[in-house]
């Protein structure tokens, strides 16, 4: 079986600067969403929900993938 080799700092650091572009371009969409949805009528509870069940649900799945890296 062939070993894969390390990554190196320089695909590390490629790999954290998308990571963070696609963090903020999601926050942006996930804002616009919100701010849409109270300009149109929506209440703020139900909006307030939405939002925070989409970043636990991110936050779950970032841990899971965390957990999934290290013990590869």
């Known amino acids: 079986m062939s070993e894969v080799p390390l990554p190196s700092r320089t695909a590390r650091l490629v ?5 963070i572009l696609v963090l903020l371009v999601g926050a ?3 804002a616009l969403v919100g701010f849409s949805a ?3 009528g929506a ?3 139900l909006v307030a929900t939405a939002v925070m069940a989409v970043l636990v649900g991110l936050v779950v799945w970032f841990q899971r993938l965390r ?3 290290a013990r590869d």
């Open 15 to 19: 790999v954290g600067v998308l990571t």
């Open 43 to 45: 209440p703020g509870w």
């Open 67 to 69: 957990r999934a890296g």
């Open 38 to 40: 109270l300009y149109a």
């Open 28 to 30: 942006c969409i996930l």
